[in-house]
């Protein structure tokens, strides 16, 4: 069974940062040293001044960072838990165009001898303390573990009927692709979801198995064989 809950997420408020194209960034193993140097021009606020801050205390800066730009009101976070319905829409070398779909939450994690949340892929033991270590220095979980999971369709029934009815809370386009985020507060449509995820079970590439309070989490029901978007939480 998995334990998915709803989280106060901390995001960028538009207002203040302008354009949300200008601060997103893709996952920080897949960032170079030039392409660091152009999200980087972007803005003084991208996401890569925390998740690949240049400064040689690395942590302690990306954490003084935040804290900087939460009490500037650069971030914001929500005042009520919720679960995010996330849409991502890209194309594939051959231009065919992909859709994947997934939510967003706070995951407990767990020993992989449960049977809940499994491996799929062999991870460095440096990767892993890198981003534990920002994780403990921040106080937030910044680059979010990415996990898919079986037959997720009818998991979010209620997320995609919500996505019909409203217009997305995010909606943002970058290098092709475009990310589209509903913020799910209905404590109902909340429960629909949490119960479509507890008889399944994940495979995730990164666990951090000392850890035992929730974290978040991305779960995708989508195509996993293409580059993960922007600004990830954890995914199952």
């Given at each position: 069974?998995i334990?998915?809950?709803?989280?106060?997420?901390?995001?960028?408020?538009?207002?203040?940062?302008?354009?949300?194209?200008?601060?997103?960034?893709?996952?920080y193993?897949?960032?170079?040293?030039?392409?660091?140097?152009?999200?980087?021009?972007?803005?003084?606020?991208?996401?890569?001044?925390?998740?690949?801050?240049?400064?040689?205390?690395?942590?302690?800066?990306?954490?003084?960072?935040?804290?900087?730009?939460?009490?500037r009101?650069?971030?914001?976070?929500?005042?009520?838990?919720?679960?995010?319905?996330?849409?991502?829409?890209?194309?594939?070398?051959?231009?065919?165009?992909?859709?994947?779909?997934?939510?967003?939450?706070?995951?407990?994690?767990?020993?992989?001898?449960?049977?809940?949340?499994?491996p799929?892929?062999?991870?460095?033991?440096?990767?892993?303390?890198?981003?534990?270590?920002?994780?403990?220095?921040?106080?937030?979980?910044?680059?979010?573990?990415?996990?898919?999971?079986?037959?997720?369709?009818d998991?979010?029934?209620?997320?995609?009927?919500?996505?019909?009815?409203?217009?997305?809370?995010?909606?943002?386009?970058?290098?092709?692709?475009?990310?589209?985020?509903?913020?799910?507060?209905?404590?109902?449509?909340?429960?629909?979801?949490?119960?479509?995820?507890?008889?399944?079970?994940?495979?995730?590439?990164?666990?951090?198995?000392?850890?035992?309070?929730?974290?978040?989490?991305?779960?995708?029901?989508?195509?996993?064989?293409?580059?993960?978007?922007?600004?990830?939480?954890?995914?199952?």
């Amino acid at each position: 069974m998995i334990d998915l809950r709803p989280f106060r997420a901390l995001h960028y408020d538009p207002a203040v940062v302008g354009d949300l194209a200008d601060v997103i960034a893709p996952p920080y193993d897949v960032i170079d040293g030039a392409q660091l140097d152009r999200l980087g021009a972007r803005s003084p606020y991208n996401v890569v001044r925390l998740i690949l801050n240049r400064s040689e205390d690395r942590y302690a800066a990306a954490a003084a960072e935040l804290a900087a730009w939460r009490r500037r009101g650069i971030l914001v976070q929500e005042r009520a838990p919720a679960l995010y319905y996330y849409v991502q829409d890209f194309a594939l070398a051959d231009g065919s165009q992909r859709h994947r779909s997934g939510i967003m939450a706070a995951v407990r994690l767990e020993a992989f001898a449960a049977g809940n949340i499994l491996p799929h892929e062999r991870t460095f033991a440096s990767a892993k303390a890198d981003r534990l270590q920002l994780m403990r220095a921040c106080r937030a979980n910044l680059s979010a573990i990415f996990g898919v999971y079986p037959h997720g369709l009818d998991a979010l029934a209620s997320a995609r009927a919500h996505a019909d009815r409203e217009p997305s809370w995010i909606d943002v386009t970058d290098g092709g692709e475009r990310h589209r985020v509903w913020r799910i507060i209905e404590p109902a449509a909340m429960a629909s979801i949490v119960a479509g995820y507890r008889a399944r079970r994940c495979s995730s590439p990164t666990a951090i198995t000392a850890m035992r309070r929730p974290s978040p989490i991305a779960m995708s029901a989508g195509t996993p064989a293409t580059p993960t978007p922007t600004h990830r939480t954890t995914s199952c």
